[in-house]
């Protein structure tokens, strides 16, 4: 059985959690610039006031304010 570290749930092992601490989610932050971890990631929706569009923007727990 693969672990599928992009999901949280009451049933993870310690391993699975510890896995999922460390695996990258392939974003940068928008503050600053740094890669973000799976744990970290923070999706913000914002309205892009150029095109009118809503934009999903990537943030740390940190940088965004939690």
Known sequence: MAIEVSKVSKN??????????????????????????MKDLVNVKQVDHSTGRKVVVAYHR???GF
């Open 12 to 37: 993870q092992t310690a391993a699975q959690r510890a896995v999922a601490a460390e695996v990258s989610s392939g974003k940068r932050c928008s503050k600053c610039g740094e890669e973000i971890k």
């Open 62 to 64: 940190n940088c965004y």
